[in-house]
């Protein structure tokens, strides 16, 4: 199985919105409705912050939205704010029964 | 409410067998409703799977690491365990376990655990 392609990196200015992608295939994202978004701080644990695709977890900011489309999975940030400076990280369920993970973005806030 | 502690030793010398547990904390392992699972990331790099482990035994793995892992349980420690043979230094990465819904997102990590191949 091949890793789900993200954007090195996403760079916006406070306020703003950004979007970015996780591209997989019909085995993965295309064929199933569980994806999840994961935000993580330099030497921190990862935190879930999108699940099945558009849910959000209890206490994440609701400016954190999750979308799809065919094989690809998106996050949007609204409000960008200095917090929200991070590696996210999008993850699927596969037909194989195991588990994909995206590349990986950096987003910098300006 | 549920933790997640790693445990095991920091440098493991290559070709040797890197050995993990992961203890559960006022939780089981055993519910039937989670799965559990590790997850590596080497210095500096992405996140990657590595596989689950479920209460009946079945297991599942990321086909990269080519048969090396190996995930156990002990459900009377409600503990779960990594095993993967043959270590080299690209397997040098904080060690996550993590539980893993039945709609396959992680909602549980522990703290991470580093392990450096290194002779």
């Known amino acids: 199985q091949s890793d789900l392609t993200q954007p090195a990196s996403v760079s916006g200015s406070p306020g703003q919105s950004i979007t970015f992608s996780c591209t997989g295939t019909?085995?993965?994202?295309?064929?199933?409705?569980?994806v999840s978004w994961y935000q993580q701080h330099p030497g921190k644990v990862p935190k879930l912050i999108i699940f099945?695709?558009?849910n959000r977890p209890s206490g994440v900011p609701n400016r954190f939205s999750g979308s799809k489309s065919g094989n690809t999975a998106s996050l949007t940030i609204s409000g960008l704010q200095s917090e929200d400076e991070a590696d996210y990280y999008c993850?699927?369920?596969?037909?194989?029964?195991?588990?994909?993970f995206g590349s990986g973005t950096k987003v910098t806030v300006l | 409410q549920v933790q997640l502690q790693e445990s095991g030793p920091g440098l493991v010398k290559p070709s040797e067998t890197l050995s993990l547990t992961c203890s559960v904390f006022?939780?089981?392992?055993?519910?039937?409703?989670?799965?559990w699972s590790w997850i590596r990331q080497p210095p500096g790099k992405r996140l990657e799977w590595i596989g689950y482990?479920?209460?009946?035994?079945?297991?599942k793995y990321n086909p990269s690491l080519k048969s090396r892992a190996t995930i156990s349980q002990d459900t009377s420690k409600n503990q779960f365990s990594l095993s993967l043979t043959s270590v080299t230094a690209a397997d040098t990465a904080v060690y996550y376990c993590?539980?893993?819904?039945?709609?396959?997102?992680?909602?549980?990590w522990g703290q991470g655990n580093l392990v450096t191949v290194s002779s």
């Open positions: 482990i479920y209460y009946s035994g079945t297991t």
């Open positions: 993850i699927s369920y596969t037909s194989s029964d195991t588990l994909v």
């Open positions: 099945d695709v558009s």
């Open positions: 006022w939780g089981s392992v055993s519910t039937g409703i989670h799965y």
């Open positions: 019909s085995s993965d994202i295309g064929g199933f409705d569980y």
């Open positions: 993590a539980r893993l819904t039945g709609y396959f997102h992680f909602d549980l």
